[in-house]
């Protein structure tokens, strides 16, 4: 999925109760987007969006140095604002910031992908879905969705932009490290964002497991 360009439009302090950070905001224009339901027309292009939360110093000094520790978030409304226990998005967010403080650098890329890229409205459908009996990657196909419609390129564009070469990256997700790998970036470490689980979103990490490879136990 090329970009006809990606620019940073802000650069901002930001305290938070994690300790201080730099807010940046990334835009980047997508050339003949795929689309992840059949049923809607493609774009010939489209504008995405991504907030970057710089902590501390991110590319090493010396060349033994660890590389920074990255996570790449997908926005999640009902987890990370509503504190929903259908998912465990607001627990690994806290997490991921929770780890960069705790190491005094990192990078937090939050990505405008809710729903693993369907959109809110679609997710919340899927919700209803699932309370009929479907698990979150059947709910997803039911609505004529792929099971994760999500593209990692624009985050990976940013961390060039910040001259970041290798990453310990934070994420359950295998597909997030092959993305990084496969635009140059080295995954030097994988860190595990598994989170105590809930029973409310059990199932969901059982699928996520089984149908879709995350590492989680």
């Known amino acids: 999925m090329p970009f006809e360009s990606v620019r940073k439009l802000a650069d901002a302090d930001f305290p938070t109760r994690w300790g201080q950070f730099r807010i940046l905001g990334f835009e980047g224009i997508v050339a003949n987007p795929e689309p992840c339901n059949d049923a809607i027309p493609a774009l010939a292009r489209r504008v995405e969006s991504a907030v970057a939360l710089v902590m501390g110093d991110i590319v090493p000094a010396n060349p033994g140095d660890a590389p920074p520790i ?18 465990d998005c607001r627990q690994q967010l806290e997490l991921a910031l929770a780890t960069i403080a705790d190491a005094g650098a990192g990078i937090l890329l939050y990505e405008n992908q809710e729903g693993r890229g369907i959109g809110l409205m679609a997710k919340l459908q899927a919700y209803e879905l699932q309370d009929q009996g479907l698990d979150t990657i059947e709910a997803n196909i039911e609505l004529g969705y792929r099971a994760d419609c999500r593209e990692y390129e624009l985050p990976a564009a940013v961390l060039k932009m910040l001259g970041v070469e290798s990453v310990r ?19 030097a470490e994988r860190i595990s964002a598994e989170v105590p689980s809930e029973p409310t979103f059990e199932r969901y990490l059982q699928t996520k497991r089984d149908k879709m490879g995350h590492l989680v136990s």
């Open 70 to 87: 990255v996570r790449i978030h997908s926005q999640c409304l009902t987890g990370d604002v509503f504190h929903s226990l259908r998912c």
């Open 169 to 187: 990256l934070i994420t359950n997700n295998p597909e997030k490290v092959a993305a990084l790998e496969a635009v140059g970036i080295t995954v």
